[in-house]
């Protein structure tokens, strides 16, 4: 049997330097990507869906004083546009252009 494994990362070689570097990204394709992008998207996706736990917890009431809560809002929050903007970096690394407006 031949066991095939997906690629940890890549490599791509620098037409300058004419060395090989490596590659965290698969550029341009939607359907394929290495492990480590694939770790690393999902703990985004993790720490996204942490700021909505966060937020829920200090509007059920949980939280005994106001100091808790108003940290545990910003914690929820911070965590909720952290996940947003780097996924969103994320998907520009592989889609050159994407939601880039070409007016």
């Known amino acids: 049997d031949i066991k095939v494994n997906a690629a940890t990362m890549g490599s791509i070689p620098d037409p300058k330097a004419g060395i090989i570097k490596p590659q965290a990204f698969m550029v341009g394709r939607i359907n394929g990507q290495y492990v480590a992008e694939g770790i690393s998207a999902g703990f985004l996706v993790f720490v996204g869906g942490l700021g909505l736990v966060l937020l829920h917890r200090a509007d059920e ?43």
């Open 61 to 103: 009431g949980s939280a005994s004083n106001r100091n808790n809560r108003f940290l545990l809002i910003f914690a929820g929050f911070l965590s909720i546009i952290i996940g947003f903007n780097l996924l969103t970096a994320f998907v520009r690394i592989k889609i050159p252009g994407y939601l880039l407006s070409s007016v």
